[in-house]
């Protein structure tokens, strides 16, 4: 069962430029890798300590292990921004999935990263009737209009790693982190306590911010308030791009910054896919890969395959986000019932692992250290 899961989002640039990743399990190493090759956490405050020591066992937790009677027959539909992302796919496959063992008709829409498509989509599903709705990466404001229309038709609408609008028009899946911002800053801060750790208290370290999508800028939020923390002596450069960057203008700007900060011992990536659309191009070709620390997030096949071939990634925080589609089918069953989820009535315990290189497995995937899948049927009241 996967265990990871990363994102992105926000263009039509994104899928012309990146080969779909894939959701991978992934679970952490043991305590006594973080205090063997890996870095030295003890330059760490206490909190940063223990939670670089929960990230290495897995930060999830049980779901919720009671829920309503799903009603078989439901229209549910799944507009994703973009389906050529593998790890995108994987949810959408979770919820499918998830949908079918309760009896529900799954539609999903692929929004190919074009805003226009994901308003379409909405339209659609309002047009069909259907009972519920859930947006994988779509922000409120990208598609105000519709999730209005579909209050109005009062179908009720799940968001997954989607930023609500004000008034609130959908219900925001919650992680083992807490709401959504929360999990994206907590995501930032993560990295950010392993860069810290490894530059030892003192150095340059290299981060990439995304400055048109809602989870990036939460992440970037993160790692500033955590080095800023927990590496007070770190010199912390920003390298600010959009997602129509992505690629070659991208892989420059990279390119620069190391040349840059010559003494830069640290790189923060956002999203792996940002890794296979030019930055670990870069950073190989810099010739500094080993003496520059890079950590991402996702635990896609492919940043994987970059830690197993020494290709300019050292870490990866991983989570899954297949779990995110069982996640959303419960909370949908909810909200059918009349019941408003929240992260206290209705845990998701979706949470993250840190995976260093070194744990990599030469092929495939590790174990998830929560059968989620296993709990979410059985509060269903159907059999795996």
Known sequence: MPT???HRRSVAALAAVLAGAASLSACGSSSESSSGSGPDISTLSQEGQARLELLYEGSGTSPATEAPKPEAGKDVWFIASGMSLELIAASAQ????????????????????????WLTG????????????????????????????????RIPVVGVESEDCDPSLETVLTYADGDFPEFARQLGADQALWAAASANGKGTIIELRET?????????????????EECPDCKHVTVEFTAPEIGPALQQKVEQAILKNPDAIGMLVPYDDLLVAGVSSAIVSSGRGGQIKVISVGGTTAAFDLMRQNRGLNADIVFDPRWEGFAAVDWMNRLLHGETPTGESAPTGIGQQLVEQEDVPK???VAATVDYEAIYLESWGVDG
Do not use: H, M
């Open 4 to 6: 990871i899961k990363i």
């Open 363 to 365: 092929e495939g995937k």
């Open 212 to 228: 048109d999508a809602a989870i990036t800028l939460y992440q970037s939020d993160g790692v500033a308030a955590t080095l800023e």
């Open 122 to 153: 909405i339209e659609q599903a309002i047009a069909a009737r259907a009972d519920g709705i859930v947006l994988y990466a779509l922000d409120c404001a990208a598609v105000r209009n519709g999730l209005e229309a579909a209050k109005k038709a």
């Open 94 to 117: 979770g919820f499918e999935d998830a949908a079918e063992a309760v009896g529900w008709n799954a539609k999903v829409v692929d929004g190919k990263f074009q805003p226009s498509l």
